[in-house]
């Protein structure tokens, strides 16, 4: 069972940027790999996916233009750059495991099979 370690959450001011990062315990380079988020009071947020550089890289709308997802292989990890950081973006951030094969895009919790702590994000105003 892969599990997953995320980091890289903080305290910044609107406008900051921050880099998160997820490790694996295993190897993922097969899976599509995604970040959601869940701010409180509020239903888990698809933020992005990817399977490999260019292939099924996938955004949610609030984050679009802002954030960059990319994975390392060879270190077995996914991360996420932050740019432009909103107080609306304060959440925990969660990293996930998803399917095999590069067949399409996937946006849904529920197509992810395993999941990490989470970091907390908050961008004060």
């Known amino acids: 069972q892969v599990q997953l370690v995320e980091s890289g959450g903080g305290l910044v001011q609107a406008g900051a940027s921050l880099r998160l990062s997820c490790a694996a315990s295993g190897q993922t380079f097969s899976n599509s790999m995604g970040w959601f988020r869940q701010a409180p009071g509020k239903e888990r947020e698809f933020v992005a996916t990817?399977?490999?550089?260019?292939?099924?890289?996938a955004y949610g709308d609030s984050v679009k233009g802002r954030f960059t997802i990319s994975r390392d292989n060879a270190k077995n990890t996914v991360s996420l750059q932050m740019d432009s950081l909103k107080p609306e973006d304060t959440a925990v951030y969660y990293c996930?495991?998803?399917?095999?094969?590069?067949?399409?895009?996937?946006?849904?919790?529920?197509?992810?099979?395993?999941w990490g702590q989470g970091t907390q994000v908050t961008v004060s105003s």
């Open positions: 990817i399977y490999r550089a260019g292939v099924n890289v």
């Open positions: 996930a495991v998803g399917p095999e094969g590069r067949f399409g895009v996937y946006r849904r919790q529920s197509d992810y099979m395993t």
